[in-house]
């Protein structure tokens, strides 16, 4: 039954509409991982960091971007506790376009557009033929400066 519900678990993950950009999903993905991205694709962030903070795994770029995701997309969001984490996700991986893609969105809700505008950069450099979190955070940036 473990199996079963952790094979739902990872295509709900996979097929979900909500969707958090972190690495593509793996067999060797830890539990925590699979059960997180399921919460996050039901818009349950509480849970989803409640998920995060007991796996306690600091050393990830993944934990620390859906750490991040979450805190900002919970209601109310936590903004700086967001940042924290998607900075700690790009200093164990510079070039993880989750992370890069959620911070530039943070930066454009912080009014920081040239913050966004240097990620976007990054991401542009980071996703070698294009990539989905590159043309969205190039959309948000086209709606920010649209707005002012």
Known sequence: MKKILSALLLLL????????????PAKQDPIWLTQVR???KAEKYDQAIQQLQSANDT????WN??????LRKKQPPDLVGA??????ALK???????????????????????GAEALLARLDKA???????YSDLKEAVKKYKSKK
């Open 13 to 24: 993950s996979i097929v979900g509409l909500s969707h958090a950009a972190d690495s593509a």
């Open 59 to 62: 050393s990830s770029a993944d």
């Open 38 to 40: 399921a919460s996050i």
């Open 83 to 88: 940042e924290k984490y998607y900075q700690a």
């Open 92 to 114: 164990i991986d510079p070039n993880h376009r989750g992370a890069l893609e959620y911070y530039g969105k943070l930066k454009l809700i912080n009014n920081d557009l040239p």
């Open 127 to 133: 996703c070698t033929f294009g990539c989905e979190e």
């Open 65 to 70: 971007n859906l750490l991040g995701y979450s």
